[in-house]
């Protein structure tokens, strides 16, 4: 029994051997990578704003309670625009010195609205209404979420198109019958333009007759990368 079973022992695992041999070798040749890609400009329809207000006083509870205040106010003025979003942003409170002395002066604090609004005419007469009070930091524009992924899905389809138009246009250079997909990956990336800074002298956006100004929002590009890796038949 055992002169029998060490051959067999043997045998066995030389056949496993070749089998694994042959499937790593069918899995590893006429492999080529290959990378394509779908892009598009798209219109920005999103605006995006950061207010500020910075005050100063004696007394820290009187300037709590007048930021607080202009911040109230601030939101109450923001429902008459039902499809603008606004929320508060960072907010901060700080002593400051006498330069030579060094004793305390007074208190100076600091408080953000952040304004996002696909309707840009809305936007801009609230951001009117609030420089009454308040300063613009920033304003840029960008692509909205549902404009993004409706156009990203568009792009995915005409990358994977893509790649396979140079997945067969290498077949044929190779003078192969066809290939297997071994692999695919699909990555998106998006553009978007800096925001626009904008000093106090310059940030009016409304004359004296509160009609709101226009705006340039732009685009940003979408892209769409396909890349994978194909095996020669």
Same mark, same amino acid.
């Given at each position: 029994? %055992?002169y029998f079973t060490l051959p067999s022992i043997i045998l066995g695992t030389a056949i $496993?051997?070749? /089998? ?6 069918? @899995?590893?040749? !006429? ?8 892009? %598009? ?9 950061? #207010? ?6 004696k007394q820290p509870a009187e300037l709590a309670a007048q930021i607080t205040q202009l911040? !109230?106010?601030? =939101?109450? /003025? ?7 979003? =606004? ?16 004793? @305390?002066?007074?208190? %100076? ?8 609004? /696909?309707? *840009? ?5 609230? +951001?009117?209404? @609030?420089?009454?009070? *308040? ?5 840029? &524009? ?8 409706? +156009?990203? !899905?568009? #792009?995915? =389809?005409?990358?994977?198109?893509? &790649? ?18 071994v692999n695919l990956n699909l990555n998106t990336n998006s553009n978007y333009p800096q925001?626009?800074?904008? %000093?106090?002298?310059?940030?009016? *956006? ?13 685009? $940003?590009? =979408? /892209? ?7 095996? *020669?038949?």
């Amino acid at each position: 029994m %055992r002169y029998f079973t060490l051959p067999s022992i043997i045998l066995g695992t030389a056949i $496993s051997t070749m /089998t694994f041999a042959a499937e790593t070798e069918t @899995l590893n040749y !006429n492999l080529v990578n290959v990378q394509a890609e779908a892009t %598009r400009q798209v219109s920005n329809d999103e605006m995006h704003a950061v #207010l500020y207000i910075e005050k100063s006083n004696k007394q820290p509870a009187e300037l709590a309670a007048q930021i607080t205040q202009l911040m !109230n106010q601030a =939101i109450a /003025t923001a429902k008459k625009y039902p499809d603008v979003k =606004i929320e508060t942003g960072s907010q901060t409170t700080y002593p400051v010195y006498d330069n030579d002395s060094r004793k @305390l002066k007074e208190w %100076r604090g600091r408080a953000e609205i952040n304004i996002e609004s /696909t309707n *840009f005419k809305s936007a801009s007469q609230l +951001v009117s209404e @609030l420089q009454q009070n *308040f300063q613009t930091q920033s304003i840029n &524009f960008s692509v909205s979420d549902a404009q993004r992924k409706k +156009v990203e !899905n568009e #792009l995915m =389809i005409e990358a994977s198109k893509n &790649f396979q138009q140079r997945a067969q246009m290498l077949t044929q250079a190779w003078s192969k019958t066809g290939y297997n997909l071994v692999n695919l990956n699909l990555n998106t990336n998006s553009n978007y333009p800096q925001p626009v800074m904008m %000093r106090a002298s310059m940030a009016k *956006f409304a004359a004296e007759d509160s009609a709101a100004q226009n705006v340039a929002s732009g685009e $940003s590009k =979408i /892209t769409v990368n396909a890349n994978g890796t194909i095996q *020669f038949k």
